[in-house]
């Protein structure tokens, strides 16, 4: 089958944030997306693509970005139509916060969205989908040629454990400690056509891959191929899949720049005639789950002979490599966010800390809820309040 890449003018940005609707009372989530969305036609219903809309759950509103060019650009935007639900959710006693995970609430009282084709995946995934009450963020990045598409989600393939440590936000499940940093990873991972990309060879390859599965009856459409890092063909982007729900819009903006920069540097170096690296396929797998079980603190493999470092330690090479590009793209600011990251804390140990002073999973979600409002990082004291 023959897959049309509607090539980008150079590395346009779109971000894609999946918030929470938290009570304001109780802190659990609350089902109510179809209100709060009806409650913003002129978000929700406008346009090809609306700026606010449902997710597979009712707990859940995502906000789109339209077409941005900087990170700046994406930041201001999100912040814009974040306002507005802001003020809609408030009016009906609700809260916005982000994380990977609902700290409290069970996935067994999720509401399914109003939504034939997410009904369809409930009816063809049963409890695999049922479960899915988990947030992420979503970042595209425009490619200029369809060449190049599949070499760069090759390349980036190796940076999985970096995105996901980052922003790793989802320890805590259904009230329980899971001993990772990112239980969402393990919770959507499960989906048959989830989980790290499929290294292939070329465009041709990809159309060959996606025509066999449709044959097969393993997809409806190529949109239900889930992969932590997959080719939008119909927007013409590289969506980096992999980050958990991130809390602050600060953070947001750190991702959105290490994606351009990544994506950039690589249109760059295939430009110039270079092969991009395509990690070992075992290589990708077992990265992505150090990351997912010790965050930051992971030793990831760094090549395909089994050496290994640090990955805060690479993090920070990552960063210095990627500063002149960021600069010219005009996100070094934002960037720098990652070494904050690095300093103070990833979301989920932000909230493991908070427990560990003596703090409740409620205190957690209020962190989560301040996080987001205030777009800043919350310090301990300021939830935790020790046997209260």
């Not at 996606?210 to 044959?215: E, G, K, V, Y």
């Amino acid at each position: 089958m023959a897959i049309e890449f509607n090539a980008s003018s150079g590395t346009t940005l779109g971000v894609e944030w999946e918030i929470q609707l938290v009570d304001a009372e109780t802190r659990h989530l609350r089902q109510d997306a179809r209100r709060v969305l009806a409650a913003l036609p002129s978000l929700s219903e406008g346009g090809e693509i609306p700026k606010v809309r449902h997710e597979l759950m009712e707990s859940t509103v995502e906000v789109v970005t339209d077409i941005c060019h900087t990170v700046g650009e994406a930041k201001s935007d999100l912040a814009a139509t974040l306002a507005e639900l802001r003020a809609a959710a408030a009016d009906r006693g609700i809260a916005l916060a982000c994380t990977g995970t609902h700290p409290i609430s069970d996935w067994r009282d999720a509401v399914m969205a109003p939504t034939q084709r997410y009904a369809d995946l409930v009816e063809q995934m049963q409890w695999l989908a049922r479960r899915i009450q988990t947030f992420g963020v979503h970042v595209h990045v425009g490619v200029s040629d369809v060449s190049k598409a599949i070499p760069i989600v090759n390349a980036l393939s190796a940076y999985l454990p970096h995105f996901l440590a980052l922003t790793a936000s989802s320890p805590f499940w259904s009230g329980a400690d899971t001993g990772l940093a990112s239980c969402r990873a393990v919770v959507f991972g499960q989906l048959p056509t989830a989980g790290p990309p499929h290294l292939l060879d070329d465009w041709a390859a990809f159309e060959d891959y996606m025509d066999t599965l449709l044959r097969a009856g393993t997809i409806r459409s190529i949109k239900e191929v889930w992969w932590d890092i997959r080719p939008h063909p119909d927007f013409g982007t590289v969506e980096i899949r992999m980050c958990d729900g991130i809390p602050t819009l600060r953070e947001v903006g750190m991702a959105a720049a290490l994606c351009q920069s990544l994506v950039t540097l690589f249109e760059q170096q295939l430009d110039r005639g270079y092969t991009l690296p395509r990690p070992a396929p075992w290589v990708v797998r077992d990265n992505k789950w150090r990351a997912t079980r010790y965050g930051l603190d992971a030793i990831v493999i760094t090549d395909d002979g089994g050496s290994t470092a640090p990955l805060r330690d690479d993090l920070y090479e990552l960063i210095r490599e990627l500063e002149p590009v960021a600069d010219r793209l005009g996100c070094a600011e934002e960037l720098k966010v990652a070494g904050e990251v690095l300093e103070h804390g990833a979301p989920y140990e932000r909230q493991r800390a908070i427990r560990a002073a003596g703090g409740s999973l409620e205190n957690i979600v209020d962190a989560a809820i301040t996080e987001l409002a205030e777009d800043r990082f919350v310090a301990l004291g300021e939830v935790v309040h020790a046997g209260a």
